[in-house]
């Protein structure tokens, strides 16, 4: 007679398979595509797309691992628009001239010229910014992949 704690140890022993297969294609979609340059994207768009599919295989969805309404939005305005202006501070004082002395070069922002006097280009340019590394990332790698791991890892 098979144990309900043995039910569980297979389980999990599949899930790890399972969990070490996702890891090795994520790091083939994150290391491979952009080097072949077969996706024109950012491959955050394919592993946002894989977390997704991976949490719709186990019976999951985002807000299994975090993604749940804020409980004050004027809270989390306040603490993102001070950690903005914080991380500005710090680059502009502390880490632009320090690697400028360290290097003896000055940070070439030439790429930007483009979105200097174009408001509307400086608007696209943030509005994917903000998919791309602010939403997607954070769903994928803190929501997706430190949460649904990290739960197989500690039975």
């Given at each position: ?114 979105i200097r006097d174009n408001p ?19 769903f994928v790698f803190r929501g ?12």
């Amino acid at each position: 007679m098979i144990h309900l704690r043995d039910k569980i140890r297979e389980r999990l022993r599949s899930d790890q398979l399972l969990i070490a297969c996702e890891v090795l294609l994520a790091l083939v979609l994150v290391i491979v595509l952009p080097v072949l340059q077969l996706f024109p994207f950012s491959t955050i768009i394919l592993l946002s797309i894989f977390a997704a599919l991976s949490l719709a295989m186990r019976g999951l969805d985002w807000r299994d691992v975090g993604l749940r309404r804020s409980f004050s939005w004027w809270r989390t305005l306040i603490q993102a628009s001070a950690c903005a202006v914080l991380i500005l501070l710090l680059f502009g004082l502390v880490i632009q001239p320090w690697s400028e002395r360290l290097t003896e070069k000055k940070i070439d922002l030439s790429a930007f010229h483009g979105i200097r006097d174009n408001p509307m280009a400086l608007v696209g340019w943030l509005a994917r910014v903000w998919i791309l590394s602010a939403l997607l990332e954070e769903f994928v790698f803190r929501g997706y992949y430190l949460s649904v791991n990290s739960r197989f890892a500690m039975c």
